[in-house]
């Protein structure tokens, strides 16, 4: 995925081509956003992440974590730092890609009165586009203390217009005509809103942050700590292909989110897909109910090998050269997912 950027690609194209990916974290004070900085810090297995706060007391972070601390930044245990934004966040973010090497994600928390626009600015119209990829805007919402009238604040409002996705939490403290209630208002904010339901902010990390999901093109399925060798079932699906007289379009289910309803669909064809068919697919079709996505795309009109990453509606696509044989695979997950529908919607995208 780090190959050289041709002269000829356009910025947009290669603006996410290299650089640390970034998730902003907004919500109002309480919602739970501390509780979700300290899930991800200790459950990103085997990635470094750098989490940027205003107030290291605020995350109230594991002592026993703690290796050493400094002015503005703490480094844990299990490689992860984080540093506070005590002047600037630009600076804050160039101190910690000072140390490039160990850093493999930076999550960046929003105070809570804050609208998260223009720190997603920051990192897509400064120096920072260069050097970061703005992977997506994860807003945390208090089911039980929302009232009302923060609907007509104007960072509240914000906060869910920019959200990729919405975690509505503390879940457990509310009934389920309250939480309807509190969706469909969230609807009318931003329609067709990813919502996922949480309690203690407990989420699969593979819902918010691509890095886990997506570090490695080898692992179509999802978690690469998974018990059983990928290697070998991967090194099955290119078997396959290369025995396949016919057309071979693979598809499997995958149990490892299945808690609450999370599952992922996977698709493989080694037929083209067509861009205005799948143009139509992500605009008209894509169910609310899918926070993210993945693929090695293969176009009929494009020549170049094509890098899908999607969180909520935000989506990038990277294109570098195929090393081998052409072919689709798309990785789709969410909640309570219509498999065949789903699957149909991607099988019309073949161009035959």
């Given at each position: 995925?780090?190959s050289?950027v041709s002269?000829n690609?356009?910025?947009?194209?290669?603006?996410t081509?290299?650089?640390?990916?970034?998730?902003?974290?907004?919500?109002?004070?309480?919602s739970?956003k501390?509780?979700l900085?300290?899930?991800?810090?200790?459950n990103?297995?085997?990635?470094k992440t750098a989490?940027?706060?205003?107030?290291?007391?605020e995350?109230?972070?594991?002592n026993?974590?703690?290796v050493?601390t400094?002015?503005n930044?703490?480094?844990?245990s299990?490689?992860?730092?984080?540093?506070?934004i005590?002047t600037?966040l630009?600076d804050a973010?160039?101190?910690?890609l000072e140390?490039?090497?160990?850093?493999d994600y930076?999550v960046v928390e929003?105070?809570?009165?804050a609208d998260?626009?223009?720190v997603a600015?920051?990192?897509l119209?400064?120096?920072?586009?260069?050097l970061t990829?703005?992977?997506?805007i994860v807003?945390?919402?208090?089911?039980?203390n929302?009232?009302?009238?923060?609907?007509n604040?104007e960072a509240?409002?914000?906060?869910?217009?920019y959200?990729d996705?919405?975690?509505?939490?503390?879940?457990d403290?509310?009934?389920?005509s309250?939480l309807?209630n509190?969706?469909?208002k969230i609807?009318q904010?931003?329609?067709?809103?990813?919502i996922i339901?949480?309690?203690?902010s407990?989420v699969p990390l593979?819902l918010?942050?691509s890095?886990?999901l997506f570090?490695?093109?080898?692992?179509f399925?999802?978690d690469e700590?998974?018990?059983h060798?990928?290697?070998?079932?991967h090194d099955h699906?290119e078997?396959d292909h290369e025995?396949c007289?016919?057309?071979?379009?693979?598809?499997?289910h995958?149990?490892h989110?299945e808690?609450?309803g999370f599952t992922s669909?996977?698709f493989?064809?080694?037929?083209?897909?067509?861009?205005?068919q799948?143009?139509?697919f992500?605009?008209?079709?894509?169910?609310?109910n899918?926070?993210?996505?993945k693929?090695i795309?293969w176009?009929?009109e494009s020549?170049?090998r094509?890098?899908f990453h999607l969180c909520?509606k935000?989506?990038?696509?990277?294109?570098?050269e195929?090393?081998?044989?052409?072919?689709n695979q798309l990785?789709?997950?969410g909640?309570?997912l219509?498999?065949e529908?789903?699957?149909e919607?991607?099988?019309?995208?073949?161009?035959?």
């Amino acid at each position: 995925m780090q190959s050289a950027v041709s002269p000829n690609q356009s910025p947009v194209m290669n603006s996410t081509k290299q650089g640390i990916p970034v998730t902003i974290i907004t919500g109002f004070l309480g919602s739970g956003k501390t509780t979700l900085l300290n899930h991800i810090l200790s459950n990103q297995q085997g990635l470094k992440t750098a989490v940027l706060v205003n107030e290291f007391g605020e995350i109230g972070i594991d002592n026993e974590l703690i290796v050493s601390t400094d002015e503005n930044m703490v480094e844990l245990s299990n490689g992860c730092i984080c540093c506070t934004i005590n002047t600037d966040l630009v600076d804050a973010v160039y101190k910690i890609l000072e140390r490039r090497d160990n850093i493999d994600y930076l999550v960046v928390e929003t105070t809570g009165l804050a609208d998260p626009l223009p720190v997603a600015l920051t990192f897509l119209g400064t120096e920072l586009r260069d050097l970061t990829r703005l992977d997506s805007i994860v807003t945390v919402v208090d089911a039980a203390n929302y009232s009302l009238d923060l609907f007509n604040s104007e960072a509240a409002h914000s906060q869910i217009a920019y959200g990729d996705v919405i975690l509505l939490n503390k879940t457990d403290l509310v009934t389920e005509s309250e939480l309807n209630n509190l969706e469909t208002k969230i609807n009318q904010v931003k329609e067709g809103a990813r919502i996922i339901r949480t309690k203690n902010s407990q989420v699969p990390l593979a819902l918010i942050l691509s890095v886990g999901l997506f570090a490695s093109e080898k692992y179509f399925d999802l978690d690469e700590h998974h018990e059983h060798d990928h290697h070998h079932e991967h090194d099955h699906h290119e078997h396959d292909h290369e025995n396949c007289e016919h057309d071979h379009e693979h598809h499997h289910h995958s149990a490892h989110l299945e808690n609450d309803g999370f599952t992922s669909i996977s698709f493989q064809s080694d037929k083209p897909f067509g861009i205005r068919q799948f143009q139509y697919f992500l605009d008209n079709q894509l169910p609310t109910n899918i926070f993210r996505a993945k693929g090695i795309m293969w176009f009929e009109e494009s020549p170049k090998r094509h890098i899908f990453h999607l969180c909520g509606k935000r989506f990038t696509m990277d294109d570098d050269e195929w090393k081998g044989e052409k072919k689709n695979q798309l990785v789709l997950i969410g909640q309570n997912l219509d498999q065949e529908a789903l699957l149909e919607q991607i099988k019309a995208c073949v161009v035959e």
